[in-house]
């Protein structure tokens, strides 16, 4: 099974995670920030992957270090789980509707870490999550996970339905680049043997 089990302790943050992408979107997210964990749940079970996250972080000072200390551990079960990546599709694409708004994204599981960001979210705020913190939960998820991923908003003004929007199309788009695919189930998905 490709399973990972990542353990992250900082000074600001205390985070144990476990993921399996074959799974079924099972999750229990306990993160202490609960917009995050409505997030995280819904790109689990978008992406069909088996998700527990717990984490202390520091909210009391805000949700920065704990957002971001997520996107790390859980860019790192995703490299630890794929190991050599031998059969994997490699990349995967979706657009998705969020009532008024749209969202594309797009990833490779290339090895490189890069993020294209372009999302316009109208409100500094959704309740008391910064939405600034967005793009530094990615950030720190293809750091680690060592993936390109594009992420654009089409269409929307709602600041919520484009933040659900990105997390669901991100989570069908990762779903379809770590399926295996039959053809190719012994190959490394690159010219250079290596990803």
Same mark, same amino acid.
């Given at each position: &099974?490709r399973?990972?089990?990542?353990k ?6 205390? =985070?144990?995670? *476990?993921?399996?992408? %074959? ?10 920030c609960?917009?995050l %964990?409505? &997030? ?9 992957f %088996?998700?527990?996250?717990t ?8 949700d /920065? /270090? ?12 995703f490299? &630890?789980?794929?190991?050599d990546?031998k059969? =994997?599709?490699?990349?995967g694409?979706?657009?998705?509707? &969020?009532?008024? @708004? ?7 599981l @290339?090895?490189?870490?890069y993020l ?7 409100t500094e705020k959704?309740? @008391?999550? %910064? ?7 990615w950030?720190?998820f =293809?750091?680690?996970?060592g ?5 654009r ?7 919520h339905?484009?933040? *659900?929007?990105?997390f669901? @199309? ?21 010219t250079?043997?290596?990803?």
């Amino acid at each position: &099974m490709r399973i990972a089990e990542i353990k992250r302790t900082t000074a600001e943050t205390d =985070i144990s995670l *476990e993921l399996n992408l %074959d799974g079924t979107g099972a999750a229990d997210i306990q993160t202490g920030c609960g917009f995050l %964990d409505h &997030m995280l749940t819904l790109f689990a079970r978008h992406g069909r992957f %088996d998700l527990n996250i717990t984490c202390q972080g520091d909210t009391y000072v805000d949700d /920065h /270090h704990t957002v971001e200390d997520i996107g790390i551990a859980l860019g790192q079960a995703f490299a &630890m789980a794929l190991g050599d990546k031998k059969g =994997i599709r490699r990349y995967g694409d979706t657009t998705l509707p &969020m009532d008024e @708004s749209l969202i594309l994204t797009a990833v490779d599981l @290339s090895g490189r870490g890069y993020l294209g960001y372009a999302l316009q979210i109208p409100t500094e705020k959704v309740g @008391s999550f %910064d939405t600034e913190l967005v793009e530094e939960f990615w950030l720190g998820f =293809i750091r680690n996970a060592g993936c390109t991923l594009h992420i654009r908003q089409l269409a929307g003004t709602n600041s919520h339905h484009i933040i *659900e929007g990105t997390f669901k @199309s991100a989570g069908r788009s990762l779903k379809t680049a770590v399926s295996i695919d039959p053809a190719f189930a012994d190959e490394i998905p690159s010219t250079k043997g290596v990803l």
